[in-house]
């Protein structure tokens, strides 16, 4: 019997389709179609980051959720990191097409100095223009899941000048989301400050709506060392969202 329901995944930023694919297996046993698209600049080498701007990945989310809705009439969005912005992006703009979204470790309030809302943010594009690359190492709780990592170790300034920028892009339009939401969040999240799941509750205008806390796992929520929880609270998040 073809599903109502679809599932569209997205990964993080400066992150590898690693991140998010662990969720294959629970979408395939059911029979939920999905798609998992690389976001622009993504899945080759920190070079390929070099120009791309934030639009640029809302433009291949919406993509790939279109192509879905050739499987199924609506969609589910569960989104990692910057995955989860991206999430929040579609549901503030297509209400209709999305029956709910699953924000894991929305970047929307980061721990980075240099974020929004930071009192260095002002110093940001200076910084990054002297900078050229920035350093990046994702942390985890689970030692050999950080060893098989394969985010990007450097990072182009401009790249991550316009994925600071868009925190507060997403931040802005939250009124606007109405879809039924599921926010998954760790207390240990050592790259997205955990208030951020507060905010995401708080702002958007969903009636049906709850944040679910982990309490282990540092910010590669679907990998680290509560995966399989985390796992099984997307799947019991798409049951209620008709999947």
Known sequence: MKKEVGC????GYSSHISSVDGLVP????????YRMPYLRGHGGQPTDLEGVQWPDWLEDAELAMA???HDTPK??????????????????????????IVPVAAALRLQNPLAPGSPF??????????VH??????????????ASDKSYHRLPADSVVTFLAYTKVVENILPQITTPARILQSHA????????????????????????????SNHEMMRDVEKEAVFATIMQSLHEFGA
């Open 121 to 130: 943010a002002f110093l940001a594009p200076l910084v990054m223009k002297i």
């Open 75 to 100: 969609v589910a969005v569960v989104g990692l990191s910057m995955g989860g912005l991206l999430t929040l992006h579609l549901a503030a703009r297509h209400p209709d097409d999305i029956a709910g």
């Open 26 to 33: 629970y979408l395939e046993k059911v029979g939920i179609p």
């Open 189 to 216: 999240d050592g790259v997205v400050k955990p208030e951020s799941a507060q905010v995401i509750y708080d702002r958007i205008a969903s009636t049906d709506k709850k944040i679910i806390w982990f309490e282990k």
């Open 8 to 11: 569209l995944v997205l990964h």
């Open 133 to 146: 690359y920035w350093p990046n190492k994702t942390p985890y709780t689970d030692p050999a899941a950080a």
């Open 67 to 69: 192509d879905l809705q």
